[in-house]
């Protein structure tokens, strides 16, 4: 069992930062990988970024490659999205999710978080 609490979502203007944190507990959190998904009013949730927990790899998608940094810090179990010159449509709730498969693929999430508001004003 796995379980995951986001936090750091909030209201930021275009161009904004913000970082958000996904603390993980469970005693076998480091056999999975953890990535940040996010689901917009209407649309599917989708995978923004992952890092298995025992390989130093990071994974984007397009959409937000350059803008946003994955990391993880061990000793706290925790994995961050640092996000940068945010956009109107990163608007979205964003989850943390983990997953012993391919952190891409949003069916194969396991354990997923409750998810914080992210809204990016124009």
């Known amino acids: 069992q796995v379980q995951l609490v986001e936090s750091g979502g909030g209201l930021v203007q275009t161009g904004g930062s913000l970082r958000l944190s996904c603390a993980a507990s469970?005693?076998?959190?480091?056999?999975?990988?953890v990535g940040w998904f996010r689901q917009a009013p209407g649309k599917e949730r989708e995978f923004v970024a992952g890092?298995?927990?025992?390989?130093?790899?990071?994974i984007y998608s397009e959409s937000v490659k350059g803008r946003f940094t994955i990391s993880r810090d061990s000793a706290k179990n925790t994995v961050y999205l640092q996000m940068n010159s945010l956009k109107p449509e990163d608007t979205a709730v964003y989850y943390c999710?983990?997953?012993?498969?391919?952190?891409?693929?949003?069916?194969?999430?396991?354990?997923w978080g409750q998810g914080t508001q992210v809204t990016v004003s124009s």
């Open positions: 890092i298995p927990w025992k390989v130093g790899i990071t």
């Open positions: 469970g005693r076998t959190v480091s056999d999975y990988a």
């Open positions: 999710g983990a997953t012993r498969a391919d952190v891409r693929v949003v069916v194969l999430v396991t354990y």
